[in-house]
Nanobody, 114 residues
Framework: QVHLVESGGGLVQAGGSLRLSCAAS????????MGWYRQAPGKARELVAS???????YYVGSVKGRFTISRDNAENTVYLQMNSLKPEDTAHYYC????????WGQGTQVTVSS
């Protein structure tokens, strides 16, 4: 079973930036498409960005042009650089395989103040 540990969240003002990190155990990471998901209070969890093992990326429309997903296969880590943050980006952020078949980690909270 893959163990996921997210970090890098925090409180930031609108327009600010944060960089999230997700460390994954296990060699299966290298061949897996990875994604960043988020869940705001009262809302369903959604996929906001993903990256294949080959580096192809996907972004949901609301973050396109502001967020950048990347990965370091040597370190079994996936990143999410978030710029121009908006209050509506406030959520708990998680990483997982795409589709999300691994157990969820504890996630990291991102709070954007207006």
């Amino acid at each position: 079973q893959v163990h996921l540990v997210e970090s890098g969240g925090g409180l930031v003002q609108a327009g600010g930036s944060l960089r999230l990190s997700c460390a994954a155990s296990g060699s299966i990471f290298i061949t897996s498409a990875m994604g960043w998901y988020r869940q705001a209070p009262g809302k369903a969890r959604e996929l906001v960005a993903s990256i294949t093992s080959g580096g192809s990326t996907y972004y949901v429309g609301s973050v396109k042009g502001r967020f950048t997903i990347s990965r370091d296969n040597a370190e079994n880590t996936v990143y999410l650089q978030m710029n121009s943050l908006k209050p509506e980006d406030t959520a708990h952020y998680y990483c997982n395989k795409v589709p999300s078949i691994w157990s969820w980690g504890q996630g990291t909270q991102v709070t954007v103040s207006s």
